[in-house]
């Protein structure tokens, strides 16, 4: 993908395409061409374009249905069209049709490119103000990367800046951070979004099954490719290519990957290779540098991937984010359950912000579903939420063993039952009052309440 944008170039066989074209890629702009509507309509069915030249014919002054039908097929590419026969009619006729702009032929090049180039520009600002505005939110929301910590606030200003380019992004994180959700977020925020989005798990058992579903199967192709399958880079061609925990990819595989980085192609049939365009986007819960220098990943491949980085903070580095969070999540579970709207009390929302949450955003929705299938009333307490979660008071003091563990459990879920009541959470627990106390500051307990 050029770094300047990629302009479509739709002109019969007796129209200039082989200038514009020269003249675009002189300009620094990838391109394409197609010779009948038909195949410009595939093409951008297939790829991502930041623009389109429309070369109309001799026989046709303004072409409306080709026009109209480019704009409902990539309504975020500029469409230029470029008249041999120009009027003041024909123009307006056509920027009511949604062109960008009407040129007339002979177009100089210089002019071409400027209006491009502008066109381009005037694109993703606008792309921009979408996301300042209430669309990033929107897809933030809908991709559930809820938080209102600064942590989270650095994430989705990266999304955004990521969104805007076509750079391979690296996101990092812990197991359970969300990294294919913030993958996903840039993708429908980009100018890919109509395109395909692809996931393939690096981590696929087997080597050479892993290759297969990356690259494909095709005769004469990469050593060992026996018949012709498309692979997963296939598949997302004009889209994104999602590669969570590329960690995992072998050092054969990491080679084939550099190949199709560097040059943007896959083997094809007879041993020739096909041109793709393809976003990439990595995710690793590893460090990659570590494994770079122990010779486990290719350094070329590291750097060519790693340009774009997102690193995605673990829960308990901003538990300010779990209230709202847990209000989401908790809506959303009780409508899949069917079950009535319940809430945290805020005895129980205290203790999931003091958890430590080693599996992150996607153990705390696990607490949250469990909790909300056991539930009995309108409020989620102490007692309704998993035994095991992990809080640093708690996990120092259980290093004794899970007796420990059971009676932490138990004094918090008789305190809860009795709202923090310890004359009767000490009496239903069958000991008394100053007992109680000194198990509480022993387990590190504080309850609200008398």
Not at 203 to 214: I, M, Q, S
Request: proline share 6%.
């Amino acid at each position: 993908m050029s770094e300047k944008g990629k302009v479509l170039i739709l002109g019969d066989a007796n129209s200039p395409c082989a200038g514009f074209r020269r003249a675009l890629e002189s300009g620094g702009y990838g391109t394409a061409t197609a010779d009948t509507c038909e195949r410009a309509l595939e093409r951008v069915g297939r790829e991502a374009f930041d623009a389109v030249l429309l070369l109309g014919s001799a026989r046709e002054t303004v072409p409306s249905d080709t026009l109209r039908r480019l704009r409902q097929a990539s309504p975020h590419a500029a469409v230029f069209v470029v008249s041999r026969n120009p009027s003041i009619r024909s123009a307006i006729q056509c920027i009511k049709l949604g062109a960008y702009d009407y040129l007339p032929e002979p177009a100089a090049p210089g002019a071409l490119l400027k209006h491009i180039g502008q066109a381009v520009q005037a694109s993703r600002r606008d792309l921009e103000d979408a996301c300042i505005g209430g669309e990033l939110e929107r897809q933030m929301l809908s991709h559930a990367l809820i938080g209102r910590s600064e942590a989270m606030g650095r994430v989705v200003r990266l999304v955004r800046k990521a969104a805007l380019a076509d750079s391979p992004v690296l996101v990092t994180g812990e197991t359970g951070t969300g990294k294919e959700l913030v993958a996903r977020a840039i993708h429908r925020l980009g100018r890919r979004s109509q395109k395909p989005f692809v996931a393939a798990d690096c981590r696929t058992p087997g080597e050479r099954l892993l290759e297969r579903e990356l690259f494909g199967r095709v005769e004469g192709g990469f050593p060992g490719t026996v018949a012709d399958t498309p692979g997963k880079i296939a598949l997302a061609h004009g889209g994104t290519l999602f590669l969570d925990a590329i960690a995992g990819l072998g050092v054969p595989a990491q080679a084939q990957l550099l190949h199709v980085l560097r040059e943007r192609e896959i083997p094809a049939a007879a041993g020739a290779f096909a041109k793709v365009d393809v976003r990439f986007i990595s995710s690793t819960d590893r460090d990659l540098r570590e494994a770079v220098r122990e010779g486990r990943f290719r350094e070329d491949l590291y750097y060519r991937l790693n340009v774009l980085h997102i690193p995605v903070p673990p829960l308990r580095e901003r538990p300010e984010d779990i209230p709202v969070l847990a209000e989401y999540y908790l809506k959303k579970l009780a409508a899949e359950k069917t079950k009535p709207p319940v809430a945290l009390s805020d005895r129980a929302m205290q203790y999931l912000k003091r958890c430590e949450w080693p599996g992150n955003v996607r153990e705390l929705v696990n607490a949250l579903e469990y909790a909300v299938v056991t539930c009995d009333g309108k409020t989620i307490g102490l007692r309704d939420l998993p035994h095991g979660l992990e809080d640093p008071s708690g996990r120092h003091a259980f290093a004794g063993g899970s007796l420990a563990r059971m009676e932490r459990n138990e004094i918090l879920s008789a305190l809860d039952r009795f709202q923090g009541n310890k004359t009767r959470a000490a009496g239903f627990l069958g000991i008394n009052r100053k007992t109680l106390r000194e198990k509480i500051r022993k387990y590190d307990i504080f309850p609200e309440g008398r």
